[in-house]
Nanobody, 124 residues
């Protein structure tokens, strides 16, 4: 079975740091683009950060650029998100995501997996 087990969430004061981890199993981790998404109460799930299969490329939403760092360890099938200088607006449930979908013509092939989420709360 595919599993994405996120951990590391918690309560932190504004300006503080947290490190999220996601342990993956049940699929070939190194062949998937990985990402972190977050969902605040009443809002849609939104992209936070992504990393390519070989970790050569990373991308961040503007709101976290310069504060968050995404990384992966293909040998141990883990994905991390280091979050620094956190702000109350970072409060959300954070989800890890694995995606290897590709479009060929009108069809989409591949898989997209979600973890169960971990709560992050930043107090002001």
């Amino acid at each position: 079975d595919v599993q994405l087990q996120a951990s590391g969430g918690g309560l932190v004061q504004a300006g503080g740091s947290l490190r999220l981890s996601c342990a993956a199993s049940g699929f070939t981790f190194s062949r998937y683009t990985m990402g972190w998404f977050r969902q605040a109460p009443g809002n849609q799930r939104k992209f936070v950060a992504g990393i390519s299969e070989d970790a050569a490329l990373t991308i961040y939403t503007d709101a976290v650029e310069g504060r968050f760092t995404i990384s992966r360890d293909n040998a141990n099938n883990t994905l991390d998100l280091q979050m620094n200088n956190m702000q109350p607006e970072d409060t959300a449930v954070y989800y890890c995501n694995a995606d290897n979908r590709q479009r060929k013509g009108w069809e989409t092939f591949g898989n997209n997996y979600w973890g169960q989420g971990t709560q992050v709360t930043v107090s002001s």
